[in-house]
Protein backbone atom coordinates (compact mmCIF):
# COMPACT_ATOMS: atom_id res chain seq x y z
CA UNK A 1 0.00 0.00 0.00
CA UNK A 2 0.88 3.10 -0.31
CA UNK A 3 2.17 5.38 1.92
CA UNK A 4 0.00 8.70 3.42
CA UNK A 5 2.40 10.98 5.93
CA UNK A 6 0.41 10.68 9.16
CA UNK A 7 1.18 12.81 12.47
CA UNK A 8 -0.70 13.56 15.68
CA UNK A 9 -1.94 11.19 18.50
CA UNK A 10 -0.85 10.53 21.96
CA UNK A 11 -2.52 10.29 25.32
CA UNK A 12 -4.81 12.07 27.07
CA UNK A 13 -7.50 12.38 30.02
CA UNK A 14 -10.93 11.68 29.58
CA UNK A 15 -12.51 15.00 28.01
CA UNK A 16 -9.43 16.15 26.19
CA UNK A 17 -8.33 17.07 22.98
CA UNK A 18 -6.30 15.50 19.56
CA UNK A 19 -5.48 16.77 16.28
CA UNK A 20 -4.39 13.89 13.66
CA UNK A 21 -2.81 15.54 10.24
CA UNK A 22 -2.35 13.43 7.23
CA UNK A 23 -0.68 14.64 4.03
CA UNK A 24 -2.55 13.41 0.69
CA UNK A 25 0.94 14.72 -1.23
CA UNK A 26 0.73 14.15 -4.67
CA UNK A 27 -1.13 10.37 -4.59
CA UNK A 28 -4.52 11.94 -5.12
CA UNK A 29 -5.66 15.45 -6.89
CA UNK A 30 -8.12 16.90 -8.24
CA UNK A 31 -11.21 14.81 -7.26
CA UNK A 32 -10.89 12.23 -4.10
CA UNK A 33 -12.26 10.64 -0.93
CA UNK A 34 -10.24 10.91 2.32
CA UNK A 35 -11.42 9.53 5.69
CA UNK A 36 -10.34 8.16 8.93
CA UNK A 37 -10.83 4.80 10.16
CA UNK A 38 -9.30 3.56 13.59
CA UNK A 39 -8.98 0.20 15.07
CA UNK A 40 -9.34 -0.65 18.79
CA UNK A 41 -7.07 -3.83 20.58
CA UNK A 42 -9.15 -7.04 19.49
CA UNK A 43 -10.80 -5.65 16.66
CA UNK A 44 -10.67 -7.27 13.30
CA UNK A 45 -11.56 -4.74 10.86
CA UNK A 46 -10.76 -1.18 11.45
CA UNK A 47 -13.96 1.19 11.81
CA UNK A 48 -14.81 4.23 9.71
CA UNK A 49 -14.85 7.53 11.74
CA UNK A 50 -15.07 10.31 9.25
CA UNK A 51 -14.86 11.09 5.48
CA UNK A 52 -14.14 14.38 3.49
CA UNK A 53 -15.20 14.34 -0.25
CA UNK A 54 -13.78 17.31 -2.66
CA UNK A 55 -16.82 17.02 -5.22
CA UNK A 56 -19.29 17.57 -2.75
CA UNK A 57 -16.93 19.00 -0.14
CA UNK A 58 -18.86 17.81 2.32
CA UNK A 59 -18.41 15.70 5.50
CA UNK A 60 -19.50 12.47 7.14
CA UNK A 61 -19.37 11.16 10.25
CA UNK A 62 -19.61 7.89 12.03
CA UNK A 63 -22.69 8.21 15.09
CA UNK A 64 -19.82 7.69 17.46
CA UNK A 65 -18.31 10.53 17.17
CA UNK A 66 -21.11 12.84 15.46
CA UNK A 67 -20.75 16.59 17.78
CA UNK A 68 -17.04 15.45 19.44
CA UNK A 69 -14.82 14.80 15.99
CA UNK A 70 -14.57 17.24 12.78
CA UNK A 71 -12.83 16.44 9.53
CA UNK A 72 -11.27 19.42 7.54
CA UNK A 73 -8.61 19.92 4.78
CA UNK A 74 -6.18 23.09 3.99
CA UNK A 75 -4.90 24.03 0.33
CA UNK A 76 -2.07 21.78 0.84
CA UNK A 77 -3.64 18.86 0.96
CA UNK A 78 -3.17 17.99 4.40
CA UNK A 79 -6.29 16.13 6.46
CA UNK A 80 -6.91 16.84 10.02
CA UNK A 81 -9.34 15.19 12.20
CA UNK A 82 -9.53 17.27 15.58
CA UNK A 83 -11.00 15.58 18.36
CA UNK A 84 -12.86 16.74 21.07
CA UNK A 85 -14.68 15.36 24.39
CA UNK A 86 -12.65 12.49 23.80
CA UNK A 87 -13.83 9.30 25.94
CA UNK A 88 -11.84 5.80 26.78
CA UNK A 89 -13.82 4.22 23.78
CA UNK A 90 -12.27 6.48 21.49
CA UNK A 91 -8.81 4.51 22.03
CA UNK A 92 -7.84 2.65 19.24
CA UNK A 93 -5.28 2.92 16.72
CA UNK A 94 -6.19 5.76 14.38
CA UNK A 95 -5.84 5.43 10.39
CA UNK A 96 -5.83 8.20 7.25
CA UNK A 97 -6.83 6.88 3.97
CA UNK A 98 -7.39 8.13 0.92
CA UNK A 99 -8.32 7.59 -2.80
CA UNK A 100 -9.34 9.49 -6.13
CA UNK A 101 -12.40 9.82 -7.43
CA UNK A 102 -15.65 9.81 -5.76
CA UNK A 103 -16.87 7.06 -3.34
CA UNK A 104 -21.10 6.48 -3.32
CA UNK A 105 -22.20 7.21 0.23
CA UNK A 106 -22.81 2.86 0.98
CA UNK A 107 -18.97 2.32 -0.60
CA UNK A 108 -17.40 5.28 1.86
CA UNK A 109 -16.91 3.37 5.51
CA UNK A 110 -15.66 0.04 3.32
CA UNK A 111 -11.56 0.56 3.91
CA UNK A 112 -11.25 -2.07 1.34
CA UNK A 113 -12.17 0.98 -1.39
CA UNK A 114 -9.41 2.76 -0.07
CA UNK A 115 -5.65 1.99 -1.26
CA UNK A 116 -3.52 4.35 0.50
CA UNK A 117 -3.22 4.61 4.12
CA UNK A 118 -1.54 6.32 6.65
CA UNK A 119 0.79 4.26 8.78
CA UNK A 120 -1.29 4.44 11.77
CA UNK A 121 -1.31 6.47 15.18
CA UNK A 122 -2.24 5.26 18.83
CA UNK A 123 -4.89 7.40 20.31
CA UNK A 124 -5.02 6.13 24.12
CA UNK A 125 -7.76 8.43 26.41
CA UNK A 126 -7.59 7.38 30.33
CA UNK A 127 -10.64 8.08 32.33
Known amino acids: QEQLSQSGGGSVQTGGSL ?6 GSLVTG ?3 AAWFRQAAGQERREWV ?9 TAY ?16 TVYLQMN ?15 AGYLNSDMRDNPLNFPYWGQGTQV ?4
Do not use: H, W
Not at 19 to 24: A, D, M
Open 62 to 77: ADSVKGRFTISRDNAM
Open 124 to 127: TVSS
Open 85 to 99: SLQPEDTAVYYCAAR
Open 50 to 58: AGIYSVSRG
Open 19 to 24: RLSCGL
Open 31 to 33: IYS
